[in-house]
């Protein structure tokens, strides 16, 4: 199936058959939803706050239950997925900027399709850069103070959600050296507060239950957002920190950065990539079309909820929910990238981390 027939195919989600709903019940059931990162990032606090209010809309109001599989940067997780075929409604997956990006990049790691899973919801998320108070006191609105300090970043690797925060850092002209290998963001934050890393971010989520009470005590200064898109696709600042600079206005005010040009374009097209439409739940190939309007209507009856918009601002941030088609078009968004932009990140990964895309 193509990304073309996905997205034709997805407009059937939004016709939702009442008596087919009706057939569908996981009374006594356990819904398992496979995170493929561990239990510290904010994939996990995504997943773990979706899941209770899912299980409250589901018919039968079946048990969520967030499972964890990491490794080599979330495709462990999703290879795996890509051989599960639908049994009984009970299993879904969460996709991530992680996942996408080595799909993307045609990584040899990636044995799976995205045309092949089935995109029931998607929302967008924001990421946010912060620095120890050493060198966050160096830090004026651009990076002209920080280009000559080196520091240490803690990283999942070049090809995932950490390209996009790597890529800003190169453009801003900073020496960051990413130590390589953690399994998920909250690991890296662990680093931080460590003392291992003197540099680091965390997606809005993950910023919000952990990072946010740092930067509260002081061990931690913030930096910049990455931003956020308006309507007309311009970056703009990310609305869960509207007092925070975006990464495009650090780049303006920054010595030797462009907010234009080939190097911009391919930051900013893997921006649009990981984070606008960044997190998606998938159910497996094979999913009949009754058990894909269930998961559309309860994730649309949690969106509907007169308090969602508060409880998810505090939560994981100010970003839309996308069901069902628009999920698909997320989806679509979050798996397309121009072949300049690829070129231009396939050449810097390999000049800059020896990573060579084959």
Known sequence: MTIKTLAASAA???LLSGPALAEVDFSGKTIEWVIPFSETGGSAKWANFFAPLLSQELPGNPTVVVKFMPGAGSTKGANWFQEQEHKDGTMLFGSSG??????LLDDPRVRYDYNDWIPVMATGTGGVAYLNPEDGAKFDGSANG???VDLIFGSQGATGLDLVP???WKLLGMNVE??????????????FERGEATIDYQTSSGYLSGAADLVAAGTAVPMMSWGALDEDGNIV???????????KEVCAATDGCETEGVAWEAWKAFFISGYPSQKIAFLPKGSPQDVIDTYVAAFEAVRARPDFAEISSNEVGEYPMFVGEGAAKATKEATTVTPEAKAYVIDWLKDSYGVTIK
Do not use: E
């Open 146 to 148: 920080l280009q000559d």
């Open 178 to 191: 990413p130590v390589f290998g953690i399994k998920g963001r909250g690991d890296g934050r662990l680093m």
């Open 166 to 168: 790597l890529l800003a």
């Open 98 to 103: 992680s996942t996408q990006f080595p799909y």
């Open 237 to 247: 600042r990310d609305p869960t920190f509207p007092d925070m600079p975006s990464f």
């Open 12 to 14: 059937a989600l939004a």
